[in-house]
Nanobody, 120 residues
């Protein structure tokens, strides 16, 4: 199971750190991604990290602002979000899959989502 937390209401330019906490003994061998879904829009990829943390991937609009990291000892993945913009407003979901980063349809395990609202 995955549980996302850390969302909230912030102003443009502020920072937030999202946390994805996992239960289960296979987490350290799973790639984890963050996705987001804004009202009226499709869910989109945000960032991903491989199980070993050797590889990370970001959507272009969050590069240089967001950082994904993981702590396998504590079954946790973080998404540090800096310089937030109103267009970052969405429900953020973490998801996990065995193997490489892959793509959205390949993710089997999903958290419940945490709402991030960025006011201008």
């Amino acid at each position: 199971q995955l549980q996302a937390s850390g969302g909230g209401l912030v102003q443009a330019g502020d920072s937030l750190r999202l946390t994805c906490a996992a239960s289960g003994r296979f987490f350290s061998r799973q790639s984890v991604s963050w996705f987001r879904q804004a009202p009226g829009k499709e869910r989109e990829f945000v960032a991903a990290i491989s199980w070993s943390a050797e590889m990370t991937k970001y959507r272009d609009s969050v590069k240089d602002r967001f950082t994904i990291s993981r702590d396998n000892a504590n079954n946790t993945v973080y998404l540090q979000m800096n310089s937030l913009k109103p267009e970052d407003t969405a429900v953020y979901y973490c998801a996990a899959r065995q193997g490489g980063i892959g793509y959205q349809a390949q993710y089997r395990y999903w958290g419940q989502g945490t709402l991030v609202t960025v006011s201008s």
